[in-house]
């Protein structure tokens, strides 16, 4: 079946505009993870979702960071009046429930560069 | 051999020999663990998992050990292949917690 997908696959934007990412998880899976990757980095948690509820978004670097889910499915990523080090790779993964025991499948990531 | 580099460990090793990488766990209490590989401009990819009633789990050419003496989980990949080289991530996790805690990453680079 289809793996988690994400969109744009890279984007270049100029300091100081939002951008909005996006991740479509696998179909049935109730928990959905957001990370961020630097080059030559590990995975750095953002925010978790479980349904449309984000229990944990103690990841979020700053206020200029939100993130939502509709219907149980699709999440966005937004970030506002982006920096230089807002530049890394988003990735996206879900899991059949957030309860634990249970494998994150992940997205191809969103390269994101801030000029 | 094994270095440290500016940012990821990397691992050299000659093409058909058996790769061992290695990883240290932070919590004790952490009853699952993961492996994954992430090939370069791709996302992470699951590999093994191991509970922590077992010590020892097999797969394709892959074996995961966990030591929870010393909180050490290792992966060791057979026969290495070209296809091998990525960078390896442990992850541990709890049962009934969503969050996982994921290692530093260690690249895996294939001499021919």
């Known amino acids: 079946g289809a793996g988690v997908s994400q969109s744009p696959s890279n984007k270049v934007t100029e300091k100081g505009k939002d951008v909005e990412l996006r991740c479509d998880p696998i179909?049935?899976?109730?928990?959905l993870y957001w990370y961020r990757q630097s080059l030559g980095q590990g995975l750095e948690f953002l925010i978790y979702?479980?349904?449309?509820?984000?229990?944990?978004k103690s990841g979020l670097p700053s206020d200029r960071f939100s993130a939502e889910r509709t219907g149980g499915s699709v999440s966005t990523l937004t970030i506002q009046r982006t920096q230089q080090e807002d530049s890394a790779v988003y990735l996206c993964?879900?899991?059949?429930?957030?309860?634990?025991?249970?494998?994150?499948?992940f997205g191809p990531g969103t390269r994101l560069t801030v000029t | 051999g094994e270095s440290v580099g500016l940012h990821l460990p990397t691992l050299s090793v000659q093409e058909g020999d058996n790769s061992i990488i290695n990883c240290a766990y932070s919590n004790s209490a952490s009853d699952y663990f993961i492996w994954y590989k992430q090939e370069s401009g791709k996302g992470p990819q699951f590999i093994i998992d191991i509970r922590s009633n077992m010590d020892k789990r097999q797969g394709q050419r892959v074996t995961v050990l966990l030591n929870k003496t010393v909180k050490h989980l290792s992966l060791q990949i057979a026969a290495t292949q070209p296809g091998d080289s990525a960078v390896y991530f442990c992850?541990?996790?709890?049962?009934?917690?969503?969050?996982?805690?994921w290692g530093a990453g260690t690249k895996l680079i294939i001499k021919p």
């Open positions: 992850a541990e996790g709890l049962q009934g917690n969503y969050q996982l805690i």
């Open positions: 993964a879900s899991s059949l429930t957030g309860t634990g025991g249970y494998e994150q499948y």
């Open positions: 979702f479980q349904g449309n509820s984000a229990p944990d």
């Open positions: 179909s049935g899976h109730t928990a």
